[in-house]
């Protein structure tokens, strides 16, 4: 080798440095990629953006009631609510938003169900394609989240008003995701149950006093209870303080939160 060495011009020998730098580079280049590739961060699936192998800290379930309409201010203010917990969220966080539908006496599909990506600002440009991030995370969790709040917030007057079905379902087809350490259910409702469960039109709190008991102890349950002029007669404290009950004997209930009409 040394021979073969000693009979090279000087120009042959920087040649062959290049060649050997060059060769050592596209080998740590590969290796960087099959890294980065093959990491947990970017496991993730296509159409939710879970990611499995990561952790995920809550589950944030929101189950809106549109047998009536919501007001102007209702609509805002649930928006609001929810870009809040959005901000809020940790990355992988899964969002999953439900209404009360008659169509099927109870809990409709899924109208979002989405994992909260890393966002752009999160994200060095020296380490990772920030326009990508940030596509990301626009195209396939903020802007189909919007999307599908501003449907659910637009329906509304239906005949019936199937709370405790919808809550039922939630529990008997498992919606509650098993990966996160926490389950935070939201219920935006104006609380009047009216389907063949019971009805507080016909027999007012006693209604709710009446519900079988379903399995949610994992979910700590929130209630944006929606004032509504026309159900006033209706929405009273007893009506209140049952659902109360029956929340604290079925899921880990924190609050009702009353929200203007």
Not at 46 to 58: G, I
Not at 192 to 213: E, K, M, T, W
Not at 252 to 258: A, C, K, L, S, V
């Amino acid at each position: 080798m040394k021979e073969i060495l000693g009979r090279l011009s000087g120009d042959d020998k920087k040649g062959l440095l290049v060649a050997a730098l060059g060769v050592m580079i596209l080998v740590a280049l590969a290796m960087v990629v099959v890294r980065v590739t093959s990491s947990p961060e970017n496991d993730y699936n296509r159409q939710t953006l879970c990611n499995k192998n990561l952790s995920r800290s809550t589950h944030h379930v929101f189950i809106v009631d549109v047998s009536d309409a919501l007001s102007d201010y209702q609509k805002r203010f649930l928006r609001r609510h929810i870009s809040g917990v959005l901000e809020r969220a940790q990355i992988n966080d899964r969002f999953t938003l439900f209404v009360l539908d008659e169509k099927y006496q109870g809990l409709s599909e899924s109208v979002v169900d989405v994992c909260k990506p890393e966002s752009a600002d999160a994200i060095s440009a020296l380490t990772a394609n920030r326009t990508f991030v940030e596509r990301l995370y626009l195209e396939r969790f903020e802007r189909p989240l919007e999307q599908a709040i501003a449907a659910v917030v637009s329906a509304g007057d239906q005949d019936m008003s199937p709370i405790y079905e919808a809550l039922s379902d939630v529990a008997a087809l498992d919606r509650l995701d098993g990966h996160a350490q926490e389950v935070q259910l939201t219920i935006v409702s104006d609380m009047i149950q009216h389907s063949r469960a019971g009805s507080v039109f016909s027999s007012g709190s006693a209604a709710i006093d009446n519900l079988p008991l379903i399995n949610l102890r994992r979910a700590r349950t929130t209630v944006l209870w929606l004032d509504r002029e026309k159900y006033r007669q209706y929405q009273t404290s007893e009506l209140q303080r049952s659902w109360q009950d029956y929340l604290a004997s079925v899921s880990r209930f924190e609050q009702i939160e009353r929200v203007r009409d």
